[in-house]
């Protein structure tokens, strides 16, 4: 029998409405950044994101 390793990963933002209140589209720039870094890292080991937040 194949077995997979699953993980629930989550994430939260120190700050983010006071950024979101400085400057929103800065904020959702970098957001977008780090969520680049995440992904790649999620597909370097071959996983799936099901379901994201927005």
Not at 26 to 46: A, C
Request: with cysteine; charged share 35%.
């Amino acid at each position: 029998m194949e077995r997979k390793l699953s993980t629930i990963f989550a994430s939260d933002v120190v700050g983010f409405s006071k950024m979101m209140g400085k400057n929103e589209e800065k904020t959702l720039q970098i957001l977008g950044e780090r969520r680049e870094v995440i992904d790649n890292v999620i597909t370097k080991h071959n996983g799936n994101c099901f379901r994201r937040c927005r």
